[in-house]
């Protein structure tokens, strides 16, 4: 019988403060319906673990208002995410690394694709008729993301579909991979609509029963992607849900689901993040959500969730056939360790990157040393970013009263996300909001910065 420790007490929601909203003052560039552009293929890097002398592939997807997306076939990852603002400047709003062999060495999951399950396992194993399966711990003594090994660690077979303009790539996670039963062919879609919509289909299909729960994991500071904590609080965050999962001070599922009502985790109407990070217990969110089922479409979609930045203006919908999204504010990241000007005037030679995984689920971080490091020496810290991962119940293989997570050869696993991006047009302002000009780490067009290292899941969202 599994035990689970006892449950976080949530606080409750925090007092309203005066928002103003003001007409956007500055000539408005429209980021709207805009016509994609054939995807372009691009060798980009090579990973020296690997004996085969394949390059790794990278695809971009571009459209005439500016968005541009990068995708690459080792851990089907996206890797960067440019889009326009308010005043026509465009920016990297998606974390992530400048190498390949980064991202195989470091377990941040940055922009890769997880499976053959996301989120945790407890104990690293589970019950499927009368046999017992024990899958690669990989987080204490649990199994998290797939484990070791995860989606977001192989090579895909990756083909552009000219006909359509879609990028697909296909995976075959052989029996027994990390523990799981059954062969799983997993294909993957993605596509870059008319309509600013980057959509993501992914099917999977089994030959005996089997979990699967397959989701990309994408950090976001609509900002840009190494602007840090200060920028993150002027962003709004709405998630479309009721109900959301309790969990013990572990991180762990209690089986329970509890309604947001009177706590911080109505998300239902946009609240910004200033008034709940440093008040809701843990630090921040690390949670998952429950979709409210009303309102799907025909083909099971629902408005999941919207990321704004309130001086940007830049902002993101998720629309989903998953049943719920995970929210996480990026707690396990680095502490600020210095100053900025220390920051600027460090050398990148002496940046040595000493991360370690804080043990405390959703605790800080600890030690003064730790550096994660990303694209372009750019520097992230706790609270930098955020994750918004449409996937199932976590541990719902052993929750029965959560929806199931078990494919069959005759019920295969399909789902599909979209981000819409856009830009809003007007500027919401509130009594904390930084209302001077200084963009810390901010360039116009593209950031000069690299981050750390996230090992062992220490950067990542769980």
């Known amino acids: 019988m599994l035990q689970t420790l006892p449950e976080v007490q949530e606080e409750g929601l925090p007092e309203e403060e005066h928002e103003e909203i003001m007409e956007e003052p500055i000539p408005y560039k429209r980021f709207g319906y805009s016509k994609a552009l054939p995807i372009i293929q691009d060798e980009y890097d090579f990973l020296k673990l690997y004996d085969s002398k394949e390059r790794v592939k990278k695809f971009k997807f571009s459209n005439e208002g500016g968005l541009?997306?990068?995708?690459?076939?080792?851990?089907?990852?996206?890797?960067?995410?440019?889009?326009?603002?308010?005043?026509?400047?465009?920016?990297?709003?998606?974390?992530?690394?400048?190498?390949?062999?980064?991202?195989?060495?470091?377990?941040?999951?940055?922009?890769?694709?997880?499976?053959?399950?996301?989120?945790?396992?407890?104990?690293?194993?589970?019950?499927?008729?009368?046999?017992?399966?024990?899958?690669?711990?990989?987080?204490?003594?649990?199994?998290?993301?797939?484990?070791?090994?995860?989606?977001?660690?192989?090579?895909?077979?990756?083909?552009?579909?000219?006909?359509?303009?879609?990028?697909?790539?296909?995976?075959?996670?052989?029996?027994?991979?990390?523990?799981?039963?059954?062969?799983?062919?997993?294909?993957?879609?993605?596509?870059?609509?008319?309509?600013?919509?980057?959509?993501?289909?992914?099917?999977?299909?089994?030959?005996?029963?089997?979990?699967?729960?397959?989701?990309?994991?994408l950090f976001f500071n609509l900002a840009g992607h190494g602007s840090g904590e200060e920028k993150m609080r002027d962003?709004?965050?709405?998630?479309?849900?009721?109900?959301?999962?309790?969990?013990?001070?572990?991180?762990?599922?209690?089986?329970?689901?509890?309604?947001?009502?009177?706590?911080?985790?109505?998300?239902?109407?946009?609240?910004?993040?200033?008034?709940?990070?440093?008040?809701?217990?843990?630090?921040?969110?690390?949670?998952?959500?429950?979709?409210?089922?009303?309102?799907?479409?025909?083909?099971?979609?629902?408005f999941a969730a919207r990321l704004e930045e309130c001086n940007y203006g830049r902002y993101i919908e998720i629309y989903t056939n998953a049943p719920s999204l995970y929210f996480s504010t990026a707690n396990n990241f680095p502490e600020t360790p210095y100053t900025e000007d220390e920051y600027r005037q460090s050398s990148s030679e002496n940046r040595v990157s000493t991360i370690s995984h804080s043990k405390s689920m959703g605790g800080k971080s600890g030690s003064q040393t730790e550096r994660l490091f990303g694209k372009e020496n750019m520097l992230y810290f706790r609270h930098g970013a955020v994750a918004l991962s449409p996937q199932g119940y976590p541990n719902s293989v052993n929750m029965p009263t959560f929806p199931s997570c078990i494919i069959r050869p005759h019920q295969p696993f399909q789902r599909k996300i979209i981000y819409k991006f856009g830009v809003s047009r007007k500027i919401l302002t509130h009594p904390k909001t930084n209302k001077d000009n200084d963009h810390s780490f901010h360039k116009s067009g593209d950031y000069a910065g690299k981050h750390e290292e996230n090992h062992n899941e220490a950067g990542d969202t769980h």
């Open 68 to 217: 541009r997306i990068e995708v690459m076939d080792f851990g089907a990852t996206i890797v960067s995410v440019r889009t326009p603002d308010k005043f026509g400047d465009i920016d990297d709003i998606l974390l992530g690394f400048d190498t390949v062999q980064d991202y195989y060495k470091r377990n941040c999951k940055f922009g890769a694709m997880l499976g053959r399950t996301t989120n945790i396992i407890e104990d690293a194993y589970f019950k499927l008729g009368n046999d017992v399966h024990f899958l690669r711990k990989n987080a204490e003594t649990h199994h998290r993301d797939g484990g070791l090994i995860s989606f977001d660690k192989i090579m895909w077979k990756s083909y552009i579909d000219k006909a359509t303009n879609t990028l697909i790539m296909t995976y075959l996670s052989e029996n027994k991979e990390e523990g799981y039963p059954g062969n799983v062919l997993t294909k993957i879609l993605m596509y870059l609509s008319d309509e600013n919509e980057f959509i993501v289909t992914i099917d999977a299909s089994c030959d005996s029963p089997t979990p699967v729960d397959i989701s990309p994991r």
């Open 235 to 302: 962003h709004k965050i709405m998630i479309n849900a009721d109900m959301y999962i309790m969990q013990d001070s572990q991180g762990i599922p209690t089986g329970r689901v509890k309604h947001v009502n009177q706590t911080y985790f109505d998300l239902r109407i946009p609240r910004p993040f200033h008034a709940a990070l440093d008040r809701i217990r843990g630090g921040g969110y690390k949670h998952t959500f429950c979709l409210n089922n009303a309102h799907r479409d025909g083909l099971g979609l629902i």
